[in-house]
């Protein structure tokens, strides 16, 4: 959620937060005692917890505020989003929903709740806020459900996601968690990008790179400016044109052609000029040869994308978006129905999606014909490698009077990231034998070791 703010120090952010949250977890223990007491018809001041008056967050420069103010968050929005909270920042605020049901020596099962392996607290699960919400009347229970759908406004920008162990288990069940995300905010009042790691598989890439770097024909970089042009202006075609109606959110491209091309650096140059995070999805953890796990690790991905201004990269995706097989047995046919959900993961995304890979005919054909766009990035030629050439000798890189890079441009066929491989060995060869400059030998080494690599003779 995108917010119009004044811009504090770190100290001012987190002093205004922690002054906001106060506030904001008496009234929720208030809430919370008054429940205990009226369930089990104790003496209490109020008839209905929905009597607690929350506090006024008018004039409050607290992020949580903010975020209240600009979702319009109700009474029982407010207590999920408290309760959800609470673990991580007054954790024992909970410990009261611990009391065990001295008739059958257990919990009380309409508290809900969970055990964490290492936290020593109560984890709140739906269920909880079911409990504090409405008690034993039904009507208010059902009510509490709503809260927990995929169009609510918890669900939509990604600020809590409910985790269920097994599909078999009740709905309330779930358990209740923040996104790292939101917790930062309300809490530091940084915006914290997704780590990278097993329960979210991608990483975020930059380049020092601009566009002025790139070396590209102008039918490359007519292709490009159509991803641009969607990015800067899709609302306009969706919402103004009116063309929502007909077209699907989202634009999905393919990158195709040999490596080194520049596939990575132009998702990442789109990204930067729309002001959008680029995520590189790492394929080694998001597929699995145990059924279901691909889809469950793609759909991570997916699920912390959806609401966010973030472009997904899939570079190789052949290895994930192949070709569909014939059905010979039951292994064929679980991998036809994982390219199946990812075909239907990928179109349904609203935001960008870029794939790409070395080979065009790699990838399943249902995949292309949903594809926006369709872009080769061919081996450079002569005239574009005299470019990528000068551009990699910056103005500080010693260069010998002997290197003659019209000659290499015009007899060695190399990517734009073979170019940069050889600069490096030419740079590092210069170092280690405290020569003054790079020299034309060492460009020719480099080459000869690059096309050893390719396969070809020097």
């Not at 024992?92 to 008739?103: E, V």
Request: charged letters at 25%.
């Amino acid at each position: 959620m995108v917010v119009n703010k004044p811009s504090f120090s770190a100290e001012a952010a987190l002093l205004f937060n922690a002054a906001c949250l106060e506030r904001e977890l008496a009234w929720f223990n208030q809430v919370l005692e008054a429940r205990i007491s009226l369930y089990f018809e104790q003496e209490c001041r109020w008839r209905e917890v929905h009597e607690i008056p929350p506090p006024p967050l008018d004039g409050d420069e607290s992020e949580y505020a903010r975020l209240v103010t600009g979702c319009h968050l109700n009474f029982d929005e407010r207590i999920v989003l408290m309760l959800t909270l609470v673990p991580h920042v007054r954790p024992q605020a909970l410990d009261t929903l611990f009391i065990r049901n001295k008739n059958l020596d257990k919990g009380y099962t309409e508290f809900g709740g969970s055990r964490a392996k290492a936290h020593a607290g109560f984890l709140p699960t739906c269920e909880t806020a079911a409990f504090v919400l409405a008690g034993a009347d039904l009507s208010r229970r059902l009510a509490v459900m709503n809260l927990f759908s995929p169009d609510h406004v918890f669900a939509r920008l990604g600020i809590i996601k409910v985790e269920h162990e097994a599909a078999t288990e009740p709905f309330l069940s779930g358990a209740l968690t923040m996104s790292a995300e939101y917790l930062s905010l309300f809490t530091t009042g940084r915006h914290q990008k997704p780590d990278y790691g097993i329960h979210f598989p991608a990483k975020r890439i930059t380049s020092a790179l601009t566009w002025s770097d790139l070396v590209l024909g102008s039918d490359v970089l007519t292709e490009i400016e159509n991803i641009n042009t969607w990015l800067r202006g899709s609302r306009t075609i969706m919402e103004e044109w009116g063309l929502g109606k007909s077209v699907k959110p989202g634009y999905r491209s393919l990158f195709y052609g040999p490596p080194g091309t520049g596939k990575t650096l132009t998702a990442t140059l789109i990204g930067a000029e729309a002001g959008a995070d680029v995520y590189r999805i790492d394929l080694s953890m998001v597929v699995s040869k145990y059924i279901g796990e691909t889809e469950k690790n793609l759909a991570s991905v997916f699920d912390q994308a959806q609401n966010k201004n973030w472009i997904l990269f899939f570079d190789e995706a052949d290895a994930l978006f192949g070709k569909r097989t014939q059905t010979s047995n039951s292994n064929d046919r679980y991998a036809n129905q994982e390219i199946s959900y990812l075909l239907q993961r990928v179109e349904d995304f609203p935001g960008v999606v870029i794939l790409a890979t070395n080979l065009k005919a790699n990838i399943d054909e249902a995949f292309a014909r949903r594809f926006q766009s369709v872009i080769y990035f061919p081996m450079p030629d002569a005239e574009q490698r005299l470019r990528l050439w000068n551009g990699v000798f910056s103005n500080k890189t010693p260069r010998a009077e002997d290197v003659d890079l019209d000659s290499i441009a015009e007899q060695f066929e190399l990517s734009g990231g073979a170019i940069i491989n050889v600069m490096r060995y030419a740079a590092i060869k210069a170092l280690q034998d405290s020569r003054p400059a790079v020299t034309q030998q060492y460009l020719l080494d480099g080459i000869a070791k690059e096309r050893l690599k390719e396969g070809k003779t020097a």
